[in-house]
C-alpha cells in the first residue's frame, strides 16, 4: 500500500479516536487508538508501516522526548528528587535485571540479552495515558508529580540500556565492563552534548535577532527542527546516546524560555500550538502502530505448531504482573526508609493504598512501542532477530494490561480519596470556565445602550454559544430531554402565533401589499415547520435556498428593483414590529409561567433575531468595529477580574487560575486577529 496513503489513513484514524473518546470518557483514548489499528489492518491486510530502527528513533523519540525536557518540572523533581531518581534509575535496573531473568525463564526460546532488552524497554512509564486517565478520577497530586518527573528520566536510561541490549544481540558479544563505560560514556557524553548544541542553537536564535531577523514562522519552524538537529548529531557524528541529549536539550530550552517568553510572546503562542499538533499525531500514530502489529506478530506466533493462543496471552499476564509487582515493592521499600530516615516532616507514613496508586500509574506506552518496534529484522550474521514477533507481541500486550489495569483499578482505589488540604470547595475548571463566561454575559447587559444593542446581543450571542460547548454533558443530556423539548416547542409556537396575530392586525389595519403578506405566511409556516423538525421543513428550507439562489443568478431581481426595494423596506418593518409583539408576549409570560428558564431562552432568540434585523443599518455605522472592540476589551477584563475572584476566594487552584487565564487571552488573540485579518 502507498505510504502517502497509509499516512493519511493513520491521521484520519487519529481523528475518529478523538471523537470516540468524547463519547466514551471512561475508555482511555491511547486504548481507543489500539482497537483502531486492529480493524485497520484486519480491513487492510496489505497496510505495512516500516522503517529503519534509527529512523524511527529519530521520527517518534527523538521529538517526544525533547518535549517532556521543556515541560522540565523543576520544583516538583527537586522537592521529590530522591522518589523520582530512584524510580527512574534504580528502579529501571531492578526491572531490567529481575525482569530480564524471569522472562527468559518464563519463555526459554528469548534469549537473556533478548530478555534484558524486553525487560529495559518495559520500565519506561507513560504520563500521556495517566493523564487521560486523572482528566475522570482523583489521582493525589504527589503520585503525578511523581509519574510525570521519573518519566522523564526514566524515558533516556531504559532506551540507553535496551539499545545496549539489543545490541549485545545483533553483535553476540557482550562483555559487563565494557557495558558499563560505553553506558557511562553515553550518558556523560550524551548530555554534555545536549546542554552544548542547545546552547549553540539559542545563541544562534539571538543572533539572528540582533541581525534584525523577526519572523515568527522562521524561528518557529527553527524551534521545531532542534531535537532532530540535536539528535542526529548527537548519535551519528559522536555516538553518544542521543536521547539523553534530547532531553537535556528540552530543559536548557525551558529554562532559557522562562527568561525570555515575555519577549517573544508571538513565537511562544504559535510554537506551543504547533507542538501540541506534533505530540498528538506522534503519540497517537504510536498506538495505532501497536493496534497495528498485534494481529500481525500473533499470526507469526501461531505459526509455530508448539505456540498457544492461552500460553501466550498467560505470559502477557504474568510478565505485566512482575513488571508491576516489582514497582510495588521497590515503592513501598522506598516509601519506607524515606519515612525512616528523612528528615523531612512532609513525608507521610507509608501505605498500601498509596502504593497501589504508584504501582498503577506505572503504565506503558509510547517510549516503550517505539523501542520495541524499532528491533531489528536480522542479526550482524544474517540471521533473523530471535523471536521478535514474539518479543514485539509480549510488549504491545504488556502494554495494553497495564492500561487496562489503571484503567479499571484507578478508579476503584480513588473513591473517596483526596490530598490533604484539597476540599470540595473548590470548583472544576469546567465550572470555573462557565462561571467567566457568565460573569461576561452579565457585564455585556450592563453595559449595552441603545447604540451599541446590535453588538451587546451578537457578544452575548457568542459567549452564550461557549457556555453551550463547555456545558456538563448530564446537564446537556437533560436540556435534550422530550419533557424540555417538548416545553421549549410549545412556548415558539406561542410566540409564532403572536406573531401571525400581529400580521394579521396590521393587513387588516392598514393593509399589506399581497406579495409581501404571501411571503410573511410563508416564512412563518418554515419557522413552525423548524420548531417541529421535520423532514418536511428541511426540504422546504432546501427548495427555497435554490430558488433564491436561481433567481440571483437569473438576475431577476434585477428587475424593478426600485419597487422591490420598497417592499423589502415595508416588510422589514412589519416583521420587526411582529418581533417585538412577540417578544413582549414573552416578557409577560416570563413572570408568570413555571417554566420561566425556558421561556427566558425564546426571549434571548427573539432579542437576538430583533438585533440581527437592526444589524444591516448598524454595519453601514463606522463606529460598530469601534464599538464592538471597545466591549470586547471590557468583557476581558472583567473575565481576568473574575478570574482574580475566585482565585482570591480559594474556590479555584493556582493551575486552574493559570489555565482559565490562558483561555481568556485566546478569546482575546482570536480577536485581535481578526481585527487585523
Known amino acids: 500500500m502507498d505510504l502517502l496513503f497509509i499516512v493519511l489513513l493513520l491521521l484520519f484514524c487519529l481523528l475518529i479516536s478523538n471523537v470516540v ?151 553476540g558479544y557482550f562483555s559487563w565492563q565494557e557495558a558499563i563505560l560505553d553506558f557511562s560514556y553515553k550518558f556523560v557524553a550524551g548530555a554534555i552534548l545536549g546542554l552544548v548544541l542547545a546552547l549553540l542553537i539559542i545563541g544562534i536564535r539571538y543572533l539572528l535577532r540582533k541581525q534584525g531577523i523577526s519572523d515568527v514562522t522562521f524561528f518557529t519552524l527553527l524551534h521545531v527542527l532542534t531535537p532532530f538537529l540535536i539528535f542526529i548529531i548527537t548519535e551519528d557524528i559522536f555516538h553518544a546516546s542521543g536521547v539523553i541529549a534530547v532531553v537535556v536539550g528540552g530543559i536548557v530550552h525551558s529554562l532559557v524560555r522562562e527568561r525570555t517568553e515575555t519577549l517573544i510572546a508571538e513565537e511562544q503562542v504559535l510554537t506551543e500550538n504547533i507542538w501540541t499538533i506534533i505530540l498528538f499525531v506522534l503519540n497517537g500514530i504510536v498506538f495505532l502502530l501497536l493496534g497495528l502489529n498485534i494481529p500481525t506478530s500473533m499470526k507469526g506466533i501461531l505459526e509455530d505448531p508448539d505456540s498457544a493462543l492461552w500460553r501466550i496471552l498467560a505470559y502477557v499476564i504474568l510478565i505485566g504482573l512482575v513488571i508491576l509487582g516489582i514497582r510495588f515493592v521497590w515503592s513501598y521499600l522506598f516509601a519506607v526508609y524515606e519515612h525512616r530516615f528523612s528528615k523531612s516532616e ?235 409583539a412577540a417578544l413582549q408576549k414573552l416578557e409577560e409570560v416570563a413572570g408568570k409561567d413555571d417554566r420561566k428558564d425556558i421561556v427566558q431562552t425564546v426571549i434571548w432568540e427573539y432579542n437576538r433575531m430583533i438585533s440581527g434585523l437592526k444589524k444591516p443599518e448598524a454595519l453601514f455605522n463606522e463606529n460598530y468595529e469601534l464599538q464592538k472592540e471597545e466591549l470586547r476589551i471590557i468583557v476581558m477584563d472583567m473575565g481576568r477580574a473574575e478570574i482574580f475572584k475566585m482565585y482570591g476566594d480559594g474556590q479555584i487552584t493556582r493551575e486552574q487560575a493559570k489555565e482559565l487565564r490562558r483561555y481568556v487571552n485566546y478569546l482575546e488573540s482570536v480577536t485581535l486577529h481578526a481585527q487585523i485579518e
Not at 94 to 99: A, E, F, Q, V
Not at 540 to 569: N, P
Request: aromatic share 8%.
Open 21 to 171: 473518546s468524547h463519547y466514551t470518557p471512561y475508555i482511555p483514548t491511547a486504548l481507543i487508538q489500539v482497537a483502531l489499528g486492529v480493524i485497520l489492518i484486519l480491513i487492510f491486510e496489505d497496510i505495512s508501516f516500516e522503517i529503519e530502527t534509527e529512523w524511527f528513533l529519530l521520527l517518534f523519540i527523538a521529538p517526544l522526548l525533547y518535549n517532556d525536557g521543556r515541560h522540565f518540572p523543576r520544583e516538583e523533581l527537586w522537592r521529590m528528587r530522591g522518589p523520582i531518581l530512584g524510580n527512574a534509575i534504580i528502579l529501571v535496573l531492578l526491572t531490567t535485571i529481575g525482569g530480564g531473568y524471569f522472562i527468559h525463564w518464563l519463555v526459554p526460546p528469548i534469549p537473556l540479552t533478548a530478555a534484558f532488552a524486553l525487560a529495559a524497554i518495559l520500565s519506561p512509564t507513560d504520563p500521556v495515558a495517566v493523564n487521560g486517565i486523572a482528566k475522570r478520577i482523583h489521582i493525589p497530586e504527589k503520585v503525578l508529580n511523581l509519574v510525570r518527573g521519573e518519566s522523564l528520566i526514566n524515558d533516556a536510561s531504559g532506551l540507553v540500556a535496551f539499545n545496549y541490549a539489543v545490541a549485545a544481540v545483533v553483535t
Open 346 to 580: 512532609e513525608i507521610a507514613e507509608p501505605n498500601l493504598k498509596t502504593t497501589l496508586f504508584v504501582s498503577l500509574t506505572g503504565v506503558r506506552g509510547t517510549v516503550t512501542m517505539v523501542g520495541v518496534l524499532s528491533i531489528p529484522f536480522v542479526l550482524e550474521n544474517g540471521d533473523d532477530f530471535p523471536n521478535r514477533s514474539l518479543i514485539l507481541f509480549l510488549a504491545a500486550g504488556t502494554i495494553l494490561f497495564t492500561l487496562l489495569a489503571a484503567t479499571i483499578f484507578l478508579p476503584l482505589l480513588s473513591r473517596g480519596m483526596m490530598d490533604e488540604g484539597e476540599g470540595d470547595e473548590e470548583m472544576n475548571l469546567e465550572e470555573a470556565r462557565k462561571r467567566v463566561l457568565l460573569a461576561s454575559i452579565k457585564k455585556i447587559k450592563d453595559e449595552m445602550t441603545e447604540e451599541n444593542e446590535p453588538v451587546a446581543y451578537e457578544l452575548m450571542d457568542e459567549y452564550r454559544l461557549r457556555i453551550n460547548l463547555i456545558e456538563p454533558s448530564n446537564k446537556l443530556l437533560d436540556q435534550k430531554s422530550k419533557k424540555y423539548q417538548r416545553k421549549l416547542k410549545e412556548v415558539r409556537i406561542m410566540a409564532l402565533k403572536e406573531e401571525r396575530k400581529y400580521v394579521e392586525a396590521v393587513k387588516e389595519r392598514q393593509g399589506i401589499d399581497q406579495e409581501v403578506y404571501e411571503a410573511f405566511g410563508k416564512s412563518l409556516d418554515r419557522r413552525e415547520e423548524a420548531i417541529e423538525k421535520t423532514f418536511r421543513a428541511f426540504t422546504i428550507y432546501l427548495q427555497g435556498k435554490l430558488i433564491r439562489a436561481w433567481k440571483r443568478f437569473r438576475g431577476h431581481y434585477l428587475k424593478d428593483e426600485e419597487t422591490r426595494l420598497i417592499k423589502i423596506q415595508e416588510g422589514k418593518n412589519i416583521q420587526l414590529e411582529a418581533l417585538q
